[in-house]
């Protein structure tokens, strides 16, 4: 089955400064990759996520790049804020979780020093 | 509220107890997962429905874990003679997927949790 590692586990940046989390997968079928945020005692919430047909989508201060044949994406927060803490997975399926469920990493603990 | 909802929220029980856990999704989304999130882990995928069938679950789903969605709208999920392992938060989520496709990516919007605590 599909196995996605997510570095780091922990990121701590200063307010304003851009953080960058990674992930890769070993499922060379999966075609769709979304990021959730997940603060604390509180359900996950997609911020972004990508499929296998394009190579970078951004959202405001959010983007999310996907090399297919390395088999890894990224996530990149700019001008980084304080409500920017959190807890971010990064996940992958086949078919885009409408047949497959997602398989996810373990997190990354951002942590925004003011 | 119309998202996603779950009952209860927290259940503590004894080792060796049923426990069955209810997931009401979004009204109109006609898929449901389930997944359990341990401290300090991501989510794992259990199992999946789509209207009333349960299309896949993961090996994780041992013999005394069973899901039913018996009329495609809400489910349960109910874990017979509860181990301590089985201690973790049951995430449910669900999404809108087109009839006859399975190649729509949709968002999975996810419910607040049942933390289980196994004693």
């Known amino acids: 089955g599909e196995n996605v590692e997510q570095h780091p586990s922990t990121l701590s940046v200063q307010e304003g400064d851009s953080a960058v989390i990674k992930c890769t997968y070993s499922d060379s079928a999966s075609n769709y990759f979304p990021w959730y945020k997940q603060e604390l005692g509180k359900r996950p919430q997609l911020i972004i996520d990508?499929?296998?047909?394009?190579g970078e989508k951004k959202d405001q201060r959010i983007a999310v790049t996907l090399n297919k044949t390395a088999k890894h994406f990224s996530l990149h927060i700019t001008e980084t804020q304080p409500e920017d803490s959190a807890v971010y997975f990064c996940a992958a399926s086949k078919t885009g979780g409408g047949a497959d469920g997602l398989t996810f990493g373990k997190g990354t603990h951002l942590i925004i020093q003011p | 509220d119309t998202g996603v909802s779950q009952d209860p929220r927290h259940k503590i029980t004894k080792r060796g107890q049923n426990v069955t856990f209810r997931c009401d999704p979004i009204?109109?989304?006609?898929?449901l997962y389930w997944y359990r999130q341990t401290l300090g882990q991501g989510p794992e995928f259990l199992t999946y429905?789509?209207?009333?069938?349960?299309?896949?679950k993961s090996r994780l789903l041992s013999d005394r874990f069973s899901a039913e969605r018996p009329k495609g709208s809400f489910s349960t999920l109910e874990i017979q003679r509860t181990e301590q392992g089985d201690s973790a938060m049951y995430l449910c989520?669900?999404?809108?997927?087109?009839?006859?496709?399975?190649?729509?990516?949709?968002?999975?919007?996810f419910g607040p949790g049942t933390r289980l605590t196994v004693l």
């Open positions: 989520a669900s999404t809108l997927g087109l009839a006859g496709s399975t190649l729509t990516n949709n968002e999975q919007f």
């Open positions: 990508i499929r296998s047909n394009v």
């Open positions: 429905f789509q209207n009333e069938a349960q299309l896949e």
């Open positions: 009204s109109e989304h006609n898929r």
